[in-house]
């Protein structure tokens, strides 16, 4: 009787190194093996490049992340962090790094880019890193991506779909259809997005969970943009398409924290800062980000710092604060008929606008 098995994977190695090469070797050795005892973690070298051979390259599918076993890519030494190149893109929902129900994976200092040579929309890269579910029963929860730099191309005419960080209510093999989720384990929550730049990419980050009913008891919970280093937004939007810079729905106890929202863009539809969809009953805290925003070429556009559309709508035992924000030096030389609005709450009860 004769048999094939992996050992998990746990320890610390060096990518390049004797045992994985590339990025991309070692993420499939964990979706084959699985992460050990202990854990694993990969140092990058400082300076390293590498450009994923295919668009799955970057797929990370094991199951087997924990409190005690996590799954660490991190920057090793002085100098440039390391970057992965997008391989060839196939659609409209092209990834570089993917993280798909998977817990407790980091990936701190590792660059993506776009590839130069992707210039169709079926080639470019919708999302830099994206964050989503393996099932319905199976979500990515504690995951990190912190101190990277990630950039795209704003000229994808997927205007709509491009993110730098993307997390969704989703599968990659069906990224449109919206998973029925009962049970914690099938949320994402409890991920982390801190000192990241964003730069190059239509829109920012994106969080969407599943539309629960009432209690609402399984929105995604606890996802945190900036409360321990805010994240870098710059050369965003560039067409007729609306721009979100950070967009949320369906979550509960969201942070949104410290993140700098600044530059010149050729929009010429409306661009949002940080915008709250709709979350009934949540808690939220959005607080210390800075927003200063110039439209060259928009006669029409309008420019919303803040926008709550309905974080904690219908609330009754839930707090949402809006504090400390700055929201300065925003402008459309261009306008005709624009509007600006450095911050705006509406909800469904008081059909009020506020304008701070």
Not at 90 to 115: Q, S
Not at 285 to 293: P, R
Request: charged residues 5%; negative net charge.
């Amino acid at each position: 009787m004769a048999g094939l098995s992996f050992g998990q994977i746990s320890g610390t190695y060096t990518i390049p190194g004797a045992t994985y090469t590339t990025i991309a070797s070692a993420i499939a050795a964990l979706n084959t093996s699985g992460v050990g005892a202990g854990g694993v973690t990969f140092n990058v070298t400082a300076g390293y490049t590498e450009t994923f051979g295919s668009p799955t390259a970057g797929l990370i599918t094991t199951l087997t992340g924990t409190a005690a076993n996590q799954i660490k890519f991190q920057k090793s030494g002085s100098g440039a962090n390391p970057k992965i190149t997008a391989a060839t893109g196939v659609g409209n929902y092209d990834y570089i790094i993917c993280i798909a129900g998977t817990d407790y994976v980091t990936f701190d200092g590792i660059d993506v880019a776009e590839n130069v040579a992707n210039t169709t929309a079926t080639t470019e890269m919708e999302w830099g890193y994206a964050l989503l579910k393996n099932s319905a029963t199976d979500g990515t929860q504690n995951c990190t991506i912190k101190n990277c730099t990630i950039t795209l191309n704003s000229t994808n005419t997927n205007y709509s779909l491009q993110y730098g960080i993307y997390l969704n209510n989703v599968t990659p093999a069906a990224p449109t259809i919206q998973l029925t989720i009962t049970t914690a384990a099938g949320e994402s929550s409890s991920n982390k997005f801190y000192g990241n730049t964003i730069t190059g990419s239509y829109n920012g980050i994106y969080l969407y969970g599943w539309n629960d009913v009432s209690p609402f008891t399984y929105y995604d919970q606890n996802n945190d943009i900036g409360s321990v280093t805010g994240n870098t937004f710059s050369n965003f939007g560039g067409a007729g398409t609306t721009c979100y810079l950070v967009y949320t729905y369906y979550q509960n106890s969201v942070i949104i924290a410290n993140n700098t929202m600044s530059g010149s863009t050729a929009n010429t539809g409306s661009i949002y800062g940080i915008y709250g969809g709709t979350a009934y009953n949540a808690n939220a805290s959005i607080y210390g980000n800075t927003i200063s925003i110039t439209m060259t070429a928009a006669t029409t556009g309008y420019i919303y710092g803040i926008y709550n559309a309905g974080l904690g709508t219908t609330g009754t035992t839930n707090t949402l604060g809006i504090y400390n924000n700055t929201v300065q030096n925003c402008s459309e030389p261009n306008s005709t008929t624009s509007y600006f609005y450095r911050s705006e709450e509406h909800t469904s009860e008081l059909q009020s606008l506020r304008h701070l």
